[in-house]
């Protein structure tokens, strides 16, 4: 189970995931336990409040695919999400950096839009 969601500071990066999706959660876990993920906000957008969301993220929007705001405010969604979250972690900065390029990122886009569809299969029902 998943700690009450707080509101997300301005002055870290927060990651906005489906915590009805037991392969979501399973994989944010794995995350949220490693060292330096107390630099970020973790926000389960099945059990936030919608005010913990930022005016330009509905809760439809944030369920469909995971979000993640850098702490200057910017918000990106699927593998440059992923990837903005493997930058923000000390363990997995060198794969975001190893993988931070156009190309690589439109493969890794269409590989999480396939996860995506398989996702509904997972996920509880709201």
Same mark, same amino acid.
């Given at each position: 189970?998943? &700690?009450?969601?707080?509101?997300? &500071?301005?002055?870290?990066?927060?990651?906005?995931?489906?915590?009805?999706?037991?392969?979501?959660?399973?994989?944010?876990?794995?995350?949220?336990?490693?060292p330096g993920a107390e630099?970020?906000?973790w926000v389960d957008v099945?059990?936030?409040?919608?005010?913990?969301?930022?005016?330009?993220?509905?809760?439809?929007?944030?369920?469909?695919?995971?979000?993640?705001?850098?702490?200057?405010g910017e918000l990106v969604?699927?593998?440059?999400?992923?990837?903005?979250?493997?930058?923000?972690?000390?363990?997995?900065?060198?794969?975001?950096?190893?993988?931070?390029?156009? &190309?690589?990122?439109?493969?890794?886009?269409?590989?999480?839009?396939?996860?995506?569809?398989?996702?509904?299969?997972?996920?509880? &029902?709201?």
């Amino acid at each position: 189970m998943s &700690p009450a969601p707080i509101a997300a &500071p301005a002055d870290r990066p927060t990651v906005y995931f489906d915590g009805a999706c037991p392969v979501c959660t399973r994989e944010i876990d794995l995350y949220r336990r490693q060292p330096g993920a107390e630099r970020l906000c973790w926000v389960d957008v099945a059990a936030c409040e919608a005010g913990a969301l930022g005016g330009d993220l509905t809760r439809p929007q944030a369920l469909a695919r995971l979000h993640v705001r850098g702490a200057n405010g910017e918000l990106v969604s699927g593998a440059a999400a992923f990837i903005a979250m493997w930058a923000a972690l000390p363990r997995t900065a060198w794969l975001a950096r190893l993988l931070d390029h156009r &190309p690589v990122v439109w493969l890794l886009e269409a590989a999480y839009c396939s996860f995506l569809h398989l996702r509904r299969l997972w996920r509880k &029902p709201a």
